[in-house]
C-alpha cells in the first residue's frame, strides 16, 4: 500500500464502530438518574411535577431500549444515521424532561451538554452540527417557556430574569465550545492513530522487502553452481550430438534456458548474500539505495560529502535498517517533488554524530506551517504555480510524518528549514531537511581488518 492510498478515516467511517449496546448501556444508566431526581424531588423536597408526564418521557426511553435489545443482536453496529437519531432521542427527551421541571430554572439543564459531546466525539461534522443547532434550539425554547417548578405550599422556585438571560448564554456557548473542543480533540487522536498505523505498514513493508531480498540473494548464490554444472554438461552433450540434429536441438535449448536463468540470478543476486555484508553499508551506498527509485524523474539528484578529502576513506558503515532506509526514501521524494531542477543531498560526519542534509532548489516550505511540519495529514509544501508531476504523494503530509517517525525511531533529530539549496555557488534557494545520529547509535559494528566475518549460512537446495 502506498501512501496514496492511505487517508484519514472520516467521522461517518468512525460512527460505524460504534456498537449499539454501547448506547442502551448509556442510556440505562440515564434512565436511572431520571428516575432517581424525579423520585428525590417529589418525595424528598416535596417540588409539584407532572408525575404522569415524567414517567412517560422516561417509559419511551425504556420502551425504546427494551426495543433494541431484543430486536437487534448483541453485535449490531450503528450507521451514521442511526447514531444520529439515537442522540436526537436523548437529546430531545432531556429537553422535554426539562420543560416539564422549570426549563433553564432546573440545575439539571446542564445536561443537555451529553449529546452534544457524544455527537461531536463519534458523528460527523454535519451530524454534530444538526445537533448542535437543535440544542441550541431547545435551550432558547426552555429558556421562554417551561411549566414553572412548585413546592407543596405553593411557591414557584425561579430565578431573576437576568439569571435566566445568563444561564442560556452560558448553556448556548457550553454548547459550541464542548462541541468544538471535542471534535478537535477526537480528530487529532483519530488522525495520529491511523498515521501511526500507516507508518507501521510501511515499515513492515520495507523489512518484508528487505527479508525478501537477502533471500533471493541467498537463493541466485546457491543455485549458481547446479545451473554451471547443467550448463557445461549440456555444452558437452552439444558437442556429442553434431550427428544427431533432434537431440542437438534439444542440448542447445537446454544451454540456452541454463545462460537465461544464468542471467536472472545475477540481477537478483547483486546485492549479495544476506551475510553482514548485506546488513551494513557505508553511509553514502544507504543514501544511494535510498535515492535510487527517485534519481529517473527528470529531476538532476547530487550525492555530495563535506568532510575534508583524507577523511573520507573513515566513511562511517552503518546499519542497513528499514526505518532509515523508508524515511530517507521519503524525504528524497519530498525533495524531488517540488525540485525545480535539483537535489542534493549532503553527507557529513565527525568522531560524535553523523548528519544527512537534504536540500532542494524548489519553493521551500510554506513559513505559516514550518514549525508544524511531522504532523499527518496536513498540507506540508506550497505547490508551484505550474504543474508539478507528483505520481505517489498527496500533499497530506504523511509521507513527511512517516519519514520523521522512523528515522526518529533510529535515534535521529531532524530540522526543517528554508535556505540555500546545495553547496557553494548553487543557484535557488529551497527546503532543507537535516537528519543527524549520534554515531554510536547509527555505526555498526565493524569487523577487525583480517578477520573472518563468519559462514554464510546455507540454504538446503
Known amino acids: 500500500m502506498t501512501q496514496a492510498n492511505i487517508r484519514p478515516l472520516s467521522g461517518r467511517t468512525r460512527a460505524n464502530w460504534i456498537r449499539l449496546r454501547t448506547m442502551i448501556l ?113 435551550v432558547s425554547i426552555l429558556a421562554l417557556s417551561h411549566l414553572p417548578l412548585t413546592t ?43 498515521a501511526l498505523a500507516a507508518t507501521q505498514m510501511a515499515l513492515a513493508r520495507e523489512q518484508k522487502l528487505t527479508d525478501l531480498g537477502g533471500v533471493v540473494a541467498a537463493a541466485a548464490h546457491e543455485l549458481g553452481t547446479p545451473l554451471a554444472t547443467i550448463k557445461l554438461a549440456s555444452a558437452e552433450l552439444l558437442s556429442d550430438l553434431r550427428d544427431s540434429p533432434e537431440l542437438a536441438e534439444d542440448a542447445a535449448l537446454i544451454c540456452e534456458q541454463a545462460d537465461r536463468c544464468r542471467d536472472i540470478l545475477r540481477d537478483m543476486g547483486r546485492a549479495g548474500k544476506d551475510d553482514l555484508h548485506l546488513r551494513q553499508a557505508p553511509l553514502e551506498a544507504v543514501l544511494q539505495e535510498s535515492a535510487d527509485p527517485h534519481m529517473d524523474r527528470g529531476k538532476e539528484v547530487i550525492i555530495f560529502q563535506t568532510v575534508p578529502e583524507d577523511e573520507r576513506k573513515f566513511q562511517p558503515m552503518i ?46 516550505f510554506s513559513m505559516h506551517i514550518l514549525g508544524r511540519i511531522g504532523d499527518p ?51 535557488g534557494t529551497g527546503a532543507v531537511v537535516e537528519v543527524i545520529w549520534p554515531r554510536n547509535a547509527l555505526e555498526a559494528e565493524t569487523v577487525p581488518q583480517g578477520q573472518p566475518m563468519g559462514e554464510n549460512r546455507h540454504f538446503p537446495g
Open 377 to 427: 495529514f496536513m498540507r506540508a509544501r506550497n505547490r508551484p504555480r505550474r504543474s508539478v508531476a507528483r505520481p505517489e504523494y498527496e500533499g497530506m503530509g504523511l509521507g513527511l510524518f512517516i519519514a520523521k517517525t522512523l528515522l526518529e525511531r533510529s535515534g535521529a533529530q531532524l530540522r526543517f528549514a528554508n535556505g540555500p539549496g546545495g553547496p557553494k555557488g548553487a543557484k
Open 152 to 194: 407543596q405550599d405553593g411557591t414557584v422556585l425561579a430565578m431573576p430574569d437576568l439569571f435566566i438571560f445568563g444561564q442560556w448564554t452560558a448553556l448556548v456557548i457550553a454548547i459550541v465550545f464542548t462541541s468544538a473542543y471535542s471534535r478537535r480533540v477526537t480528530t487529532e487522536v483519530h488522525s495520529m492513530g491511523d
Open 26 to 138: 448509556l442510556r440505562w444508566v440515564a434512565i436511572a438518574g431520571q428516575l432517581i431526581a424525579i423520585t428525590v424531588a417529589q418525595l424528598v423536597y416535596g417540588i409539584q411535577l407532572e408525575l404522569g408526564l415524567c414517567y412517560l418521557a422516561v417509559g419511551a426511553s425504556m420502551i425504546a431500549n427494551l426495543v433494541a435489545t431484543f430486536v437487534y443482536p448483541e453485535n449490531k453496529r450503528l450507521s451514521e444515521f442511526e447514531n444520529l437519531w439515537m442522540i436526537m432521542f436523548d437529546l430531545l427527551q432531556i429537553g422535554f424532561l426539562l420543560y416539564l421541571s422549570g426549563g433553564l430554572n432546573n440545575p439539571f439543564a446542564l445536561l443537555l451538554l451529553g449529546p452534544v459531546t457524544i455527537s461531536a466525539t463519534a458523528l460527523s461534522l454535519r451530524s454534530t452540527l444538526v445537533i448542535c443547532s437543535t440544542a441550541i434550539v431547545l
Open 319 to 364: 546499519l542497513r535498517k528499514p526505518e532509515i532506509i523508508h524515511g530517507l526514501r521519503n524525504l528524497v521524494q519530498n525533495a524531488v517533488d517540488f525540485a525545480n531542477d535539483t537535489v542534493w543531498l549532503e553527507t557529513a560526519w565527525t568522531d560524535t554524530e553523523v548528519s544527512i542534509r537534504i536540500m532542494d532548489d524548489g519553493p521551500g
